[in-house]
């Protein structure tokens, strides 16, 4: 079967930098992606990978190694408005988003 | 402005009753989707639609229909026969499917059945 893990919840620190993990198993694979959805509201499109590597947007970056199963998004200078769920998403090979169930981020000042 | 607009934002039905959600674009997207949300759990896919007068059905498909006739309008209706139906849905567009093409979602509803 198809699967998407990552950790249910994390905390940081205000000012800090967090990682989230992402581990899936899929039949193909035509990228990943990574959303941010606050309580009670709409997912919003962060970043998508298709190719190893990192991909830098601002205070957000996403890392994919395909060999692996494996991608993060890593979150630098961590503000309260950055306390979200973090979702990701694999597209398979038929073109469908295969969701984790999210990463719950929970920041303290 | 362009964008997804989803009504009503929040919907009550008794057990028994059929209900309509309403899901609006205007960003010229020719895909549409319908997720449904439950605490602790990925999304999953309800239906979905690539074209105006054609839909798919998604994972769970059962105790629920759609229709796409205009390109802007995809209607999702929760039928008695959907068993757990208390969730929130949201609706989803993209430039075309059987494309690596980011989906846009809309702000959801959330319907609680009493």
């Known amino acids: 079967g198809q699967n998407i893990d990552q950790p249910t919840e994390m905390t940081a620190t205000e000012g800090a930098i967090v990682q989230i993990n992402c581990t899936y198993q899929t039949s193909g694979f035509n990228g990943l992606f990574w959303y941010q959805q606050h309580a009670g509201e709409a997912p919003t499109f962060l970043s998508y990978?298709?190719l190893d590597g990192l991909e830098e947007k601002g205070r957000f970056s996403s890392f994919l190694s395909r060999s692996k199963g494996y991608s993060y998004l890593l979150l630098k200078e961590l503000q309260m408005k950055d306390s979200a769920s973090y979702l990701c998403?694999?597209?398979?090979?038929?073109?469908?988003?295969?969701w984790g169930a999210g990463t719950k981020l929970i920041i303290k000042p | 402005d362009g964008g997804i607009t989803q009504s009503p934002k929040y919907l009550f039905r008794k057990e028994g009753q059929n209900v309509t959600l309403s899901c609006e674009q205007n960003?010229?997207?020719?895909?549409m989707y319908w997720y449904r949300q439950d605490p602790g759990q990925g999304l999953r896919l309800i239906y979905y639609?690539?074209?105006?007068?054609?839909?798919q059905k998604g994972d769970i498909a059962e105790g629920y229909s759609v229709s796409r006739e205009k390109k802007e309008s995809f209607p999702l209706t929760v039928t008695s026969a959907q068993k757990n139906p208390t969730a929130f849905y949201l609706c989803a567009s993209s430039m075309g499917a059987g494309h690596t093409d980011t989906q846009y979602f809309g702000p959801g509803t959330r319907l609680t059945v009493l």
């Open positions: 639609s690539q074209i105006v007068n054609d839909f």
């Open positions: 990978n298709v």
């Open positions: 960003l010229n997207h020719d895909a």
């Open positions: 998403a694999v597209m398979d090979s038929n073109y469908q988003l295969i």
